[in-house]
Structures are given as C-alpha cells and as structure tokens.
C-alpha cells in the first residue's frame, strides 16, 4: 500500500495557510493521497475534544494508519501524539514542525486553546511510530527554545534546528518549507 499524508494546522491556522498549501501541492504533484482537514479554531471551538472527534472520521475511513505519514504544525504535534497514545493508532513517520506540550504563556487565547491538547505520557508515542523528525528554531517568537528543543528531545534524536527560522510559518518566510520534502 502506497503512503499517504496527513498535514494539520496550528491553533487559529488553517490548511491555507503558512507552508501547507505548498506542501500539499508538491506531494499532488507525485499523485499521492494528501489529506489537510480544517480543524475548528478560536476560543470555545478549538479544543482536543473537538479536533479528535474530526480526525476520528479519518481513522475511520481507514485514512489515517500505518502507512500516513502526518505532518503537523505548531500546537498539532502535541495533539496528533496525544491523539495516537489515546486511541493506540500506529503511523508511519512523524514530521513535527515547531512542537511543544504543556507550554502556557503565550497569549490568554492562545493558551484557551492549547490547554487541552496537552499530556503527560509523551514519550509513549514512540509506541506508535518508529520514524519521527522533528523541526524547530532558535528564535521562535511564540513560543520559547526550550520548550520546543524539550518536547524534541523526549520523542526523537532526529532533530533539525533552523537558526533564525521563527515560528517556521509564513510570517517568518516559510510559506514554502523544501526541507520537508525530503519526508514525504
């Protein structure tokens, strides 16, 4: 069976915006299956709840399994890996893009919404994947350095730092992002 690919946004993102579109095309491009599913966003509406309950009409469709590989922006790293661990789903490969997990500070919407996504029993996503990547920066405006290089480290030596790569998003030059191409 072919891979297919799973890209999901950050919080108040959307799958038009920052390096999504792009890397959508590019994996179209190889007439590959890519899925970018518009998760509910802003206060009282994004919240783990409600994002499982839409990525579970995916496992359902036998769209997300052992052969997606899933990439995931921002706040969805925490909440594709607590996702998996909670509904023990195995993937093929991981490619996380400026992840974090229990990390508040950086707004009070920003944390309304991040909240939820966030748990303990990080580590045990290595269950679920062999293959993860994760991206970050030196110099992420929203969130710190240490909380990404943290949540980094605890799932995987397979890091990629980028030096003056912000939050690796549009706003930071990132509206197309070829280094994820090398995962597809």
Request: overall charge negative; aromatic content about 16%.
């Amino acid at each position: 069976m072919k891979n297919n690919y799973l890209i999901v946004h950050g919080s108040f993102g959307s799958p038009f915006s920052n390096w999504i579109p792009y890397l959508r095309k590019e994996i179209e491009k190889k007439e590959l299956e890519v899925y970018t599913p518009d998760f509910p966003t802003g206060v009282g509406f994004q919240n783990y709840e409600n994002w499982s309950k839409l990525l579970k009409t995916y496992v359902e469709a036998n769209i997300v399994n052992e052969n997606t590989v899933v990439f995931a922006h921002s706040i969805a790293p925490i909440f594709i890996c607590k996702f998996l661990v909670e509904n023990k789903i195995k993937v093929k490969r991981l490619v996380f893009v400026c992840g974090f997990n229990n990390y508040l500070g950086i707004d009070s919407n920003y944390d309304a919404v991040n909240e939820s996504m966030y748990f303990d029993n990080l580590a045990d996503v290595k269950n679920y994947c062999d293959d993860i990547v994760c991206f970050y920066s030196d110099n992420d405006p929203y969130v710190k350095y240490e909380a990404e290089k943290e949540f980094a480290d605890t799932i995987t030596t397979n890091q990629i730092m980028i030096v003056g790569g912000g939050h690796l998003n549009s706003e930071s030059g990132y509206a197309e992002f070829k280094e994820l191409l090398e995962y597809l």
